[in-house]
């Protein structure tokens, strides 16, 4: 049963994570450019307010948070609120901003970029090391989204959201490099548009669908929708595991391009979910500070 962790109106909440820790769910949302910290036991909830849109987050292993903002990534201290800069990126692209993304079973922070108007290829997805290197893995993205891999740490997931597809690339864990693009699943018209993604402990992918009212889980071996559970919202943005035994799946939602009517049918749009399932899904991977550069 889909439960309400939190009643929250975001205009575009994204980027969910469980804290193993803290044991907070921390979550954004873009365009509201904040970032929230939310105690499901509770119910209350830390904001984080920043400076621009916030495209996704990803917890440090010294603590803190790395963020990806409109043009870059800056360093949040959950402490005192402060940030700082670590890396600029596409300052010659003003049209882009960051988008999805999160870090990889070595401890990189991969994020994507898009174009903030009309669905134009002019986005990539990066990785991003502790020393401020930097590889661009893909180009040519519309909606950089969903990023996930598998439980072997040989393939990485991946979803450029109007393409409706998940693609699974060969996967080094050592150097990052990816390889080998394999289209894996089809996501129907009628379902939406694939949005945030993540796996669960039987190497099944969830997967949020925009304009589709649920998130699915997927066979990504035969390509097959495994189920879907509908949520109290239209647009479902991203999903993470979490909770004591990693068998919660936490939810974000989006108001953004509802109408009035779809809002009164749907108060809960823009809240945070979760859904206790039979099966979880393996801990959120930490910023490793001490990573030396990729090839």
């Known amino acids: 049963m889909v ?36 105690d499901p036991k509770t119910g209350s909830n830390q904001t984080f307010k920043l400076p621009e849109y916030v495209g996704t987050i990803a917890p440090i292993n010294t603590g803190g948070l790395l963020v990806a903002l409109e043009n870059g990534v800056v360093e949040l201290d ?16 003003p049209s882009n901003r960051f988008n999805d993304g999160k870090c990889d079973p070595k401890g990189r922070f991969w994020v994507g970029s898009m174009c903030r108007e009309g669905l134009k290829p002019t986005g990539a997805l990066y990785s991003i090391n502790t020393d401020k290197s930097f590889v661009k893995r893909v180009e040519n993205i519309t909606v950089s989204n ?18 409706r597809k998940v693609v699974a690339y060969s996967y080094d864990v050592e150097t990052g490099s990816i390889s080998n693009p394999i289209k894996v699943i089809d996501v129907p018209e009628e379902f939406g548009f694939p949005d945030g993604m993540t796996i669960d402990n039987e190497g099944m992918l969830w997967i949020a669908l925009w304009g589709g009212n649920s998130v699915s889980q997927w066979n990504p071996n035969t390509g097959e929708l495994i189920q879907k ?33 779809q809002l009164d049918e749907y108060p809960l749009s823009g809240s945070l979910f979760t859904i206790e399932l039979p ?3 393996p801990e959120v991977f930490f910023f490793n500070k001490l990573i030396a550069p990729n090839a």
């Open 3 to 38: 439960e309400t962790v939190l009643d929250s109106t975001a205009t575009l909440g994204e980027g969910v994570f469980w804290h193993p820790q803290e044991k907070k769910v921390y979550w954004v949302d873009i365009y509201g450019k904040e970032i929230h910290a939310t």
């Open 78 to 93: 959950t402490e005192t609120g402060e940030f700082f800069s670590v890396l600029e990126l596409e300052k010659d692209k």
């Open 229 to 261: 559970i509908i949520i109290p919202a239209p647009h479902v943005t991203s999903c993470a595991f979490g909770g004591e035994d990693q068998r919660k799946l936490f939810i974000t939602t989006a108001r953004e391009g509802l109408t009035e009517a």
């Open 146 to 163: 969903g990023i996930t891999w598998s439980l072997d740490h040989k393939t990485m997931y991946y979803i450029d959201s109007p393409t």
């Open 279 to 281: 099966v979880g899904g």
